[in-house]
């Protein structure tokens, strides 16, 4: 009866007792199908030993100096990368295009769609520029259009009196009983 | 231990274990970067702890067990189909004074050889490697792995057994 081929796996290994050992090479001698399997098993070494395996020596003094120095692979190597959150580098670039377009349209040159009272409306007046002469035109048209014929104003003080007060202000200070 | 005779502890140990340590890492990674990596990071690991670990023989047992789990990290993180890329990229360069057809078919036999190891699955690849190239016995892939002896044996067998049906389906010719 042929042994089962775990057995000749660890004949070819030489892992059996020396009796063992002697029994299986027996069999061989007789059986061509359990012989066949061990050299099948010497066939299958030879091939993994041909497969070359690149020569180490060039590393191994390379590998020595970077741990006994600690220059290693990974440090010599590692590149520093900065992980953002995705909701928080959403927001930042929600926030750059916000400010930016705040910025673009504080640079905007003085034009017609603007609110010419408004600071937003930017922009230097120039004297000798063409811009005044627009702003000149556009008041006029707007005065013509009745823009200011609506305008209402309250007058806090006394047009009667040579110098600008408020009324109020005064009556307060004058009933402050350190008041003059 | 001062940092003389550490350093010199370490250089001995590096230099009997080296090349059996990165033989084992190509030949289950069969990449040369990777397995120059894998060995590096073993070593440093072994420098790092070496106050609390074994020296001369006792310390390869370590060092390939080290090599052979950051191995498997790697494959598990890299897979199948990026170690494939990787490799056409660094297998071994064809032997130029070697020319002809009887070179050529040893090259692809090679590469049939390198493709049936690959399809074996990782626990049973290295058990067989630590046979072949660690020239260690069963025994002493137990301890190295921590497995038993009994495991070993199985795991050898079965190695052997997968390695031969996928090199049967190639006609794989190495003198």
Known sequence: ?180 | MNGVDRESVFAQVYARHFKLVFRVAYSITRNEAISEEMSQEAFLRYYERMDRLPTGDEARYWLLRVVRNLCYNHEKRKGREARANQRSFHEPQRDSVNEGEQALLEQESRQQVLDALERIPFNLRTVLVMKEYGEMNYKEIGRTLGISEGNVKIRVFRARQQLQEYLKKGEVHVP
């Open chain 1, 1 to 180: 009866m042929c042994p089962d081929k775990i057995l000749l796996s660890r004949f070819y290994d030489k892992d059996l007792e020396r009796s063992e050992m002697d029994r299986i090479r027996n069999h061989l001698a007789e059986c061509g199908s359990c012989g066949e399997y061990v050299d099948a098993l010497g066939e299958q070494s030879r091939l993994i030993h041909a497969v070359p395996i690149p020569s180490s020596s060039d590393k191994e003094a390379r590998i020595l100096d970077r741990i006994l120095h600690g220059r290693t692979m990974w440090s010599r190597n590692r590149t520093f990368t900065f992980h953002l959150p995705v909701p928080i580098a959403a927001a930042a670039v929600l926030l750059f295009f916000f400010m930016t377009g705040l910025l673009l349209s504080r640079q905007l040159p003085f034009s017609g769609g603007a609110d010419p009272g408004s600071p937003m409306a930017g922009g230097e007046l120039q004297e000798n520029g063409g811009s005044r002469e627009n702003l000149d035109e556009l008041l006029v048209g707007m005065k013509h259009a009745g823009f200011f014929d609506e305008v209402e104003m309250d007058i806090p003080f006394d047009m009667d009196s040579d110098i600008v007060f408020d009324p109020e202000l005064t009556m307060a200070s004058t009933a402050y009983p350190g008041g003059e």
